[in-house]
């Protein structure tokens, strides 16, 4: 087993557990460097099953995975992260595919690094990601629309009475779109309001409306709630027939 503990002094976010999944051993000490001086304690994993086992153990506060690893590649690893912890999990990947990145989403990453990447982007990154994880107080008033119920502060949503089961960035699309009802959102819009990105994959926006879509809808494959507005970007009608915008509905396509 490959594991390693480093702590740090406080900072922003300080004292946080992350687990870093990573075999090539200059990036993972380069990358411990960087999170170690932000304030993050650190755990390393060398391969997928020691990954799956430090997860269960030390209830990290986020996952950073590599793609590539010996012995069980990492979108297995966050697969079965995923079937048990809600966990924030960023990838990172050296494959520059579209269809590779969207496998590592659509098996539960809430974000994704290309390699090679700055390590002072990923400690942003993780930052972002975290800070969205962390259930403290918000100011935001809670809402409640066609069955749904959003607490801010708590981070649940429930569906007539019943918590969804939410990733990270599944609750901030869900929560941005039960405050925005009726009103349609391009995939840049969503990539700026809900991931704080200026540009980005919108790939990343497609796989988390479909994951969204999963969780909610009746038929996922024919969504009533969250609809694709053909050439525009994405509604959440919350069930209720809207006369106005009616007509600019299409079939889903993605």
């Known amino acids: 087993m490959n594991t390693t503990q480093y702590s740090a002094t406080p900072g922003d976010l300080g004292g946080r557990r992350i687990l870093l999944v990573e075999d090539e051993e200059m990036i993972a000490s380069v990358v411990r460097g960087y999170l170690a001086q932000a304030g993050f304690l650190v755990d390393i994993a060398a391969d997928g099953f020691t ?4 997860a269960k153990t030390h209830s990290p506060d986020l996952i950073i995975l590599d793609r590539m690893l010996p012995g069980l590649d990492g979108a297995e ?8 912890m809600d966990t924030p999990i960023i990838l990172l990947t050296a494959l520059a595919t579209e269809d590779d990145r969207i496998l590592g989403l659509e098996m539960g990453a809430d974000d994704y690094v290309t390699k090679p990447f700055s390590p002072r982007e990923l400690v942003l990154r993780v930052k972002s990601v975290m800070r969205r994880s962390i ?25 007539d009475g019943r918590p969804l089961v939410l990733t990270v960035r599944e609750f901030d699309l869900l929560a941005f779109f039960l405050r925005r009802p009726h009103q349609v959102f391009s995939r840049e819009q969503l990539i700026r309001g809900v991931w704080g990105w200026d540009f980005g994959d919108l790939s990343t926006v497609t796989v988390h409306v479909r994951r969204v879509r999963e969780k909610i809808e009746r038929d996922p494959t024919k969504p009533e709630l969250l609809k694709t507005v053909w050439g525009v970007g994405y509604r959440f009608d919350a069930g209720v027939a809207d006369p106005s915008t009616a007509a600019a509905s299409a079939p889903d396509v993605s």
């Open 77 to 84: 690893v966050c697969r079965r992260i995923r079937e048990t």
């Open 135 to 159: 259930k403290e107080f918000s100011p935001e008033p809670p809402v409640e629309l066609a069955g749904f119920a959003l607490n801010p502060s708590a981070r649940i949503i429930t569906s």
């Open 51 to 54: 990954a799956l086992h430090l």
